[in-house]
Each structure stands twice: as structure tokens, then as C-alpha cells.
């Protein structure tokens, strides 16, 4: 018989003694989550208890005992301990940082939007890569000072949690989460009720939602959450879990992150006075309809004096935003069917705005493009100033990918830039670690830019840490071995042999990601007898712990962890290759630091950055990786392998096997042997003789870890991404806002104008005549020619335009390479709006050399002279 269910629950919170009242603080500032002294306070009150909560020190003072509290509140040790973890908050929340260094000129604040936050395992926000950089982000950004505030929705039930039946196929659970019982406060008016974000939904329907506040060290995160009492049964499941559901249900939660989180902000702002943010981030497509909403306040008279046109209010809107895509791969973006966007927006969720302007923003009217669809992403570009990628590569696949907004121009000019992802350091660096570091050097160096002082510890204690962190890593995984096992049906009296599964002094591989098919996640098992014979070599075995969650609707990658878990179940092989379900922080945690190798081969360039590899790296792990993403630009010989790949245009099956096979080699060759110290040689990767070190030790190995510290530690620091973010783009966009603003909007208007008239006029515009002057009939370097331009500018004045000499090599059909730019800015008038530019060229280079002649709208309100996408060339 099934018992009575709750009709309501809600969870009661442990009231503290005064003498320890600051813990229910720090419970609730998830600095706790990588400040080091205070998670080891939680755990001193009750260490059985702290496990049983899983680390969650709000779930540990509800679960803990009157009396047990009582008893600490009478113990000195316990209260000194609580007041100097309570000092440390407030110095850390108070003192000026790094970006307080940058004067009175950086942004007052800067709101930061994405779909998914993953900060600790105790607020599961998050599905994978996006949602750890964007935790990443927040916390870097609350170290260095900067005034982010983030904006996000809450989900009911978060991302699933995997497990796996009988015959190895993902399950999928959706455990619902009480906002009372997470480190959350609700957002309230001044008279006690809730903050409530309304959006006017299509049919008279109303989607109201709460916000909640959860504080990330110094910066507020702002997440919406629409499980309120008034809205209807679908509107209270708008956030039930994340990325889940289809069209429509997946388009009012980006229209709840976009433009309720416009409102949440103003609503935050105006009850706690903190500035405005003056740059608004979008971090990817999904929450782009936040330019929609910013464009809405601008063109309405109820919230400015002086209400914008559209136009306008877009180029005010696209000056003080930033726009980061995170996918290399079209399938990653989010296309609605054109008529849906047309639905919701045909009612009052963005009054005054025409609905075809919106449209447009979305339109894919290009080649290639479907008519019928609005594209997030493409939305996401048109209504921000500045774009970019997130690993060098990843801006020149962007740049590519989006060239169809940018037509005529070259990929290269294609106005998208990048900024490489990093990890947020104390997070994910290991405690044994960082307490080596704190031993060794009386400091916490890990969180500085120098890592260097590695080189100083003896090889002795490197490798007796790595196999702490290997060993720790090993407890856990049969733990969770046996666990998922029982999940699976098998009785206790058949798991006597996941006690003795994997070994501490064995080299361990380590491949933990989300399970899409281009990440490949079954390529290791191409050739299932060559990888046997790896796992089981009597001098070199290798063994491999795996984990990652295939997306509910993705039955392909599904299939592959099913392929992947069957080959593991085989007794023969099961004590070295493992797959452990559901993949999440708390996991990361023991999985990174504790492996010797990061494996990760995805399709090349399919991987935006990728940064499982990187928290390997920051503990020591060498990482062994396709060019793709951040390995491409931080690969350097020493700090780990490259697997080749196969030449483009190779079949599907084809290239499998050669990268399989290059996996292979390499394993069996070289990174296996140099583990074991057999692999000895001057330069990396010459077989020599086998000599270990005289001390037993792998001393080429040890010298590959210490040099992986010392220079990707800092290169890979999201201290270092948050850095640049804020000098290359929050800051020029809040310069570019400022001047919008100014004035009553004065430049903005007259740019709009300005703007008008150029894409009005641009047709007219055509290059009549280039040719050079003064050019010898055998040119040496150093010569100077003339380069002369007759444009029929049409209606534009050359004010208005940027005549430019593009010169440098030339290939075989004309094309330019290893391009210089210089602009023509010599000009005479012809009559009938016919000009010539000039401009004197000097010939820096020898071989085929060569020039070409564009033309490109210039104004000072500009960011990138490609911004408009209109380009006239000779």
C-alpha cells in the first residue's frame, strides 16, 4: 500500500546559538565551496556527519542535533574557530581586489547571463562544460573583485541523475530540490513579499516567477525560478529541469532567462542600490532575448523620458554587450520554427517592439540559411557589439561558421574574437596539493601567477603525491564501482572483486565528459584486442576510469556508454577499466587530481575549448589530446601527447581507424613506458635504452608533471580568461555604453541615422579603377609604390567610409595570405561624387606579392569596421 503524500513540504531550518550564529553565514556564502579552512571547520563539528550530508554544511546544521549545537556553542576552540572563519569572510567580501586596482573608469557592474551555473554539487545548476565555466566565471571574477552579477533560472530538478540497468543503458532520475533547503535566499519587496518577474505570455496567459539569490563569494547570482502558486501547470514547470522538454516549453525558459532576468536585475538593483550593470554578457545564444528586453525599456515612454526608435534602441542596446558563443557545431544552437517566435511575440511581451524587427534579428537570410527558422546564436551576434569564441581555434571555426552574416568578407575579418576558457584554481586544485604548496613555500602560489617554485620540490615528493591522489582516486571509484553494480542487480556476494578493482601503482587514464557521438567516446574501443592487451601488458598495464551523461534524448550517445559498459563487465578486464556513473562535481573532485593521463579525442575542431583536461593539468595529470580546443594553442611537447588526426576529407570509418591506431601507439610507445621510467631519452619521445633513475623514479615523467605546472597552471587560471574578459571586452563595451548614453542619447541617434543612410546608399557605392604608380619593372623590397582608388562613393561622403589596401603573398588562384592592412587615406575629389584615395605601400617582402582594394564603412560608434557587414571590393 503506498503511504499518504505531503501536500506540502518545506524544510525547517536549525536555529544556532549565538556564540556560533555565523556558521548559518557561511553555510550559505558558497565561498565555503573553495575556500579550503572552512569546509574542514564544517567538517571538525561531526566528520561522520559532514560524510552522510555529502559535504553540505546547510544539509549538516539542519541534520545535526539541539544539543550537539549546544555543546559546540559551549566549546572555546569550536567558537574561536567559527569567529576567525567568519572574520576571513568579511576581509574577503570587503577588501579591495584586483579590479578595485583598475580605477574609477571600470564598469560599475556587469551582469553576467547564462543557462546553466555549476558551482558546487550541493546547487545542481549545471549539465556540463557551460554551466562549470560560467561557476568558474563567477567565482574568478568574486576573487579578482569584479562586480558580476549573475543571472540564471533555478530548475525543480536540476540536470538528471544516471544510473544504469541491467544491460548497461543510461537511467534517468529527476530528484525534485527545495529552495528552502539550498544555500538560497529569496529575492523580497521592502514589505516582506516576494520579488515576482511577470512575462506576458501568448492567450492571455501571465508566467510569474520568484528569484532567488544565492551569494558566490563577493558576486550575487540571480536565478528565476516559475514554481509559483499562481501560475498555471505549465507555466510552473517552465523551470523544471534543465535543457529538458521541447519547442515552446524550451523557448518560454529562454525568454524567462533573457528578459525576466533584465527584470530580476532592475528589481535587485533597486532594492539594494547597486549600480545598473553598465555590460550585459551573454553567455551563449540561450539567453539572448535579453537584448530584446533591454530594447523594449528603451522604446518605452513609461521607463525613459525620452523614448528610442528601434533602431536606435539597438545600437544603444548591441554598445554595451558581449556575446560568447561556446559551440563549433550548428546542431549546438537552438532554432525555433520562425512562426513560434512570431506567436509569442504577437501579444504584450515586448510592446512597441515591431515583431518583424525581432524576426529579423534571428533570420538565417543567407546562404546556406533556412527562411524558416530563428537562430538564437545568429540573434545572439546582431545584438551585441562585441563576440567571441572561446579558444583560439574556436574563434577561427566561429569566424567560419557565422561567415554567412559577413558576406564578402574574409573568414579572417569576420568581427569574432576569442577568449581561451580557464578553471577556477582553488576549486579544482586538490587539497594535498595545495597543501604542499603551503608546506614547501609558505603560500598559497597556486592562485598567483608564477607557478615555477614547482621546479624546487624534490622528485621524491612529487611522486609520492601523485600516488596519494592515484590511491584516493582508486577507494572512490570501487566505492562507486560496487554501488552501481547493486544498482544493477548484483547481489553483495558477487562484488567481492570490486574490492581489489584498479590499482594505486598502476598508470591511470582518465576520460570524464558529457557523452555527445563527436566527443567519441568508444573510439578507445576501435580495436577491442589491442586495447585488452594494454589493460593486461605484464610490464606496462594501463587502466582507465570513465564517466560522462549522454543527454536524455540522445539515444546514439546512449548507445555508446551501453557499448562502452558492456566491454567493462567483462571479468578479464573489469579490475582495470571502469565506468562509473553519474558524473558530476563531487566526482571531478577525486577524478581529476587522481588520474596520470587525461585522455580526451573528440572530432577535431568539433571541441569550443574543453576544459575536463585543464583541471587535470592544475594537479600534476599530463593531458594525451586530439588538436582541438585549448590543446591546440597549449600543446607544447612537454606537457603531455598529441594524437594525430587523419587529413580532412577521410571517411568516417577511415579516420576512426587511424586515430584509433595513433591512440594506440602512442600508448603502447611512449606514454606507458615513460610512466613505468623504461622510456629514457634527452628529447621527448626518442625510445632509448631502459634506464630508469637510479632512485626507482620515472624522472622523465616527473620533469613533464612539474612542467606542466609551472606553465599551464597559470595559462589555464580563469583568474587569467576573467582578467582578459574584463580588459578586452567589459571594458570597451562600458566605454561604448557610456557614450551611447550620453547626452540624452545623442550619439546613438545620430548613428542610428547614420546607419540608415549607409545600408541605404551602400548599393550605390563601386570601386571604379585601382592601379599602382612608380613600380620598377624588377621590384626589390624596400621600393614604395603608389596605390591609387577611383570609388564612386554614390550618397556617402568619404567620411563615411574606410578605404583600405589589403597586400602580402599571393597563391596560386589570386588568393592573399599573411595580409598587412593600410588605409587610403589620401583623398581628392573627381566631381559627381567620384573620389580618389591613395595611400604610398612599402613592398616588405620577397616572392609573389600582391594587393587588393576594399572598401568599409567607418564611424567612430563602431567597434569593428566589419560590424555592419558591408563590404564593397575592387
Aim: aromatic share 8%.
Amino acid at each position: 500500500m503506498t503511504g499518504m503524500k505531503a501536500n506540502r513540504r518545506f524544510t525547517v531550518r536549525t536555529v544556532v546559538p549565538e556564540e556560533i550564529g555565523a556558521l548559518s553565514r557561511l553555510a550559505t556564502n558558497l565561498r565555503w565551496s573553495w575556500h579550503l579552512p572552512t569546509r574542514r571547520l564544517f567538517e571538525s563539528l561531526d566528520p561522520k556527519l559532514w560524510d552522510e550530508v555529502r559535504h553540505d554544511p546547510l544539509a549538516m546544521l539542519a541534520a545535526i542535533t539541539r544539543e550537539q549545537l549546544l555543546a559546540l556553542a559551549a566549546d572555546p576552540a569550536v567558537v574561536a574557530g567559527v569567529a576567525e572563519a567568519a572574520r576571513s569572510l568579511d576581509q574577503y567580501l570587503n577588501e579591495p581586489r584586483w579590479y578595485q586596482g583598475l580605477g574609477t573608469d571600470a564598469p560599475a557592474a556587469i551582469a553576467y547571463f547564462s543557462p546553466e551555473f555549476g558551482i558546487t554539487e550541493v546547487l545542481p545548476q549545471y549539465s556540463g562544460g557551460l554551466g562549470i565555466l560560467a561557476g568558474d566565471h563567477l567565482k574568478s571574477a568574486s576573487d579578482l573583485g569584479v562586480p558580476l552579477i549573475g543571472v540564471g533560472l533555478l530548475y525543480q530538478a536540476g540536470y538528471f541523475k544516471q544510473s544504469l540497468s541491467k544491460d548497461a543503458w543510461q537511467q534517468e532520475t529527476y530528484p525534485l530540490l527545495d529552495p528552502d533547503s539550498l544555500p538560497l535566499t529569496l529575492l523580497r519587496e521592502d514589505d516582506g513579499t516576494p520579488v515576482r518577474i511577470s512575462l506576458p505570455l501568448p492567450d492571455g496567459r501571465v508566467l510569474l516567477a520568484n528569484v532567488w539569490r544565492a551569494d558566490v563569494g563577493r558576486v550575487p547570482l540571480l536565478l528565476l525560478d516559475s514554481n509559483v502558486a499562481e501560475n498555471d501547470d505549465a507555466a510552473r514547470g517552465v523551470t523544471d529541469r534543465l535543457y529538458g522538454g521541447g519547442g515552446d516549453h524550451r523557448l518560454a525558459q529562454e525568454l524567462l532567462l533573457g528578459m525576466g532576468g533584465v527584470k530580476a536585475l532592475r528589481a535587485y538593483a533597486r532594492l539594494t542600490g547597486t549600480p545598473a550593470p553598465e555590460v550585459f554578457h551573454t553567455n551563449e545564444g540561450h539567453a539572448g532575448f535579453l537584448g530584446i528586453e533591454r530594447i523594449r525599456e528603451l522604446m518605452d515612454a513609461s521607463v525613459t523620458e525620452r523614448p528610442l526608435s528601434f533602431g536606435e534602441a539597438l545600437a544603444a542596446g548591441r554598445a554595451s554587450t558581449v556575446f560568447t558563443t561556446h559551440t563549433p557545431v550548428p546542431a549546438g544552437i537552438d532554432r525555433f520554427p520562425r512562426s513560434m517566435i512570431e506567436h509569442f511575440f504577437a501579444g504584450e511581451l515586448a510592446p512597441g517592439v515591431p515583431v518583424a524587427e525581432i524576426l529579423a534579428l534571428g533570420a538565417e537570410n543567407y546562404d546556406g540559411g533556412n527562411p524558416d527558422v530563428f537562430n538564437m546564436a545568429v540573434m545572439g551576434l546582431r545584438l551585441a557589439q562585441r563576440a567571441n569564441g572561446v579558444a583560439k581555434l574556436h574563434g577561427v571555426v566561429s569566424r567560419e561558421m557565422f561567415a554567412g552574416l559577413w558576406q564578402g568578407f574574409d573568414h579572417d575579418d569576420v568581427p569574432i574574437t576569442s577568449v581561451t576558457n580557464g578553471v577556477h584554481v582553488p576549486t579544482w586544485v586538490d587539497p594535498a596539493l595545495a597543501e604542499l604548496a603551503r608546506e614547501k613555500f609558505g603560500a598559497d602560489v597556486l592562485n598567483g601567477p608564477d607557478w615555477s617554485k614547482v621546479y624546487d620540490v624534490s622528485d621524491a615528493d612529487v611522486w609520492a603525491l601523485r600516488r596519494r591522489l592515484r590511491t584516493a582516486l582508486v577507494e572512490d571509484a570501487r566505492a562507486r564501482l560496487r554501488a552501481s553494480w547493486k544498482k544493477r542487480g548484483a547481489a553483495d556476494a558477487q562484488l567481492a572483486w570490486t574490492d581489489a578493482a584498479l590499482d594505486p601503482d598502476v598508470l591511470t587514464i582518465g576520460f570524464a565528459r558529457r557523452v555527445p557521438t563527436y566527443k567519441r567516446l568508444t573510439l578507445m574501443l576501435r580495436d577491442p584486442a589491442r586495447l585488452k592487451a594494454l589493460l593486461l601488458h605484464p610490464e606496462h598495464p594501463i587502466q582507465i576510469i570513465i564517466a560522462g551523461k549522454s543527454h536524455p534524448a540522445d539515444d546514439a550517445g546512449k548507445k555508446m556508454i551501453q557499448d562502452l559498459v558492456q566491454f567493462t563487465d567483462d571479468p578479464e578486464v573489469r579490475h582495470r577499466i571502469v565506468f562509473l556513473p553519474n558524473y558530476d562535481i563531487a566526482m571531478a573532485r577525486t577524478l581529476f587530481p587522481g588520474c596520470d593521463v587525461w585522455l580526451n579525442n573528440p572530432l577535431r575542431p568539433l571541441e569550443a575549448c574543453g576544459t575536463s583536461g585543464m583541471k587535470a593539468a592544475i594537479n600534476g595529470s599530463l593531458n594525451l589530446s586530439v588538436m582541438d580546443g585549448w590543446w591546440d594553442e597549449l600543446y607544447d611537447g612537454e606537457n603531455g601527447w598529441a594524437i594525430p588526426t587523419a587529413n580532412q576529407g577521410t571517411s568516417e570509418k577511415e579516420r576512426d581507424d587511424i586515430e584509433s591506431a595513433a591512440l594506440y601507439e602512442l600508448l603502447e610507445t611512449q606514454v606507458a613506458p615513460r610512466f613505468y621510467g623504461d622510456l629514457v631519452s634527452a628529447g621527448a619521445g626518442a625510445a632509448g635504452p631502459s634506464q630508469p633513475s637510479g632512485d626507482g623514479l620515472p624522472s622523465h615523467w616527473i620533469s613533464m608533471i612539474k612542467h606542466t605546472l609551472a606553465h599551464l597552471g597559470p595559462a589555464v587560471s580563469a583568474g587569467r580568461m576573467v582578467s582578459e574578459y574584463v580588459q578586452r571586452l567589459y571594458q570597451p563595451a562600458a566605454e561604448a555604453g557610456r557614450a551611447a548614453r550620453a547626452d540624452g542619447y545623442a550619439a546613438t541617434k545620430e548613428f542610428a541615422a547614420w546607419t540608415e543612410k549607409v545600408r541605404a546608399e551602400w548599393g550605390g557605392l563601386h570601386i571604379e579603377h585601382v592601379d599602382s604608380h612608380g613600380i620598377s619593372d624588377e621590384p626589390q623590397i624596400g621600393e614604395t609604390i603608389q596605390v591609387r582608388a577611383n570609388v564612386n562613393l554614390g550618397g556617402l561622403s568619404p567620411d563615411d567610409v574606410s578605404v583600405q589596401v589589403a597586400y602580402g603573398r599571393v597563391g596560386d588562384s589570386d588568393e592573399l595570405s599573411d595580409t598587412r592592412i593600410l588605409t587610403l587615406d589620401g583623398v581628392s575629389e573627381l566631381g559627381e561624387g567620384r573620389f580618389q584615395f591613395t595611400a604610398d605601400l612599402v613592398i616588405d617582402r620577397s616572392g609573389s606579392f600582391g594587393y587588393g582594394v576594399k572598401v568599409l564603412p567607418r564611424h567612430a560608434a563602431m567597434a569593428n569596421s566589419a560590424e555592419l557587414g558591408l563590404i564593397a571590393t575592387a
